[in-house]
């Protein structure tokens, strides 16, 4: 009767939202922290574009969601347990990679690669209401990494992104 209930429970909910109900662990991965944004085109918002985040570990994860009628979208924390194999933490690398989608454009809002499995300090806030114009060109941001990490990471974005 248990593992029916289980199987009841988690066929309700994303897998975003079942990594985070099994989570047995105290410390999951903290693969991708929430994003939230507004994408926009000459000025104007644009509803109904597709936006997609792949997150790489040692896995692929890859989720989307559509812009509302102006244009915002929002991702939610991406955390889980599921058991990274490596020979050791510094051969483990994580990419990040958000694209939106609409018409014949394509532009990426985010794209960074970091070592660990868990996302960096600075994301959080980086990430928190991106401005996103599509008309804009990539920009490249660097921002310090912390821990174990001797180069900054690198993110290329079209949108404005917070240095809180």
């Keep these: 009767m248990f593992k029916k209930c289980f199987l009841v429970l988690s066929a309700s909910y ?10 047995l ?31 790489t570990t040692n896995r692929t994860i890859v989720e989307i969601v559509k812009t509302d009628k102006n244009g915002y979208f929002k991702f939610t924390p991406f955390h ?37 499995s868990h996302y960096l300090s600075f994301m959080p806030p980086a990430m928190k209401d991106l401005s996103c114009d599509m008309n804009e060109s990539v920009n490249l941001y660097e921002f310090s990494s912390g821990y174990q990490q001797i180069l900054p990471t690198r993110v290329t974005s079209i949108c404005q992104l917070s240095r809180e």
């Design 14 to 23: 994303p897998i975003s939202g079942i990594a985070d109900i099994i989570s």
């Design 80 to 116: 889980y347990d599921f058991p990274i194999q490596t020979k050791s933490s510094d051969t483990i690398r994580s990419m990040i990679n958000i694209t939106a989608e609409y018409g014949k454009n394509s532009k990426a809002l985010w794209s960074s690669e970091h070592a660990g």
């Design 25 to 55: 662990s105290p410390n999951p991965n903290k693969v991708a922290p929430a994003v939230s944004g507004q994408l926009f085109e000459n000025q104007q918002p644009v509803p109904g574009a597709t936006v997609v985040r792949t997150i």
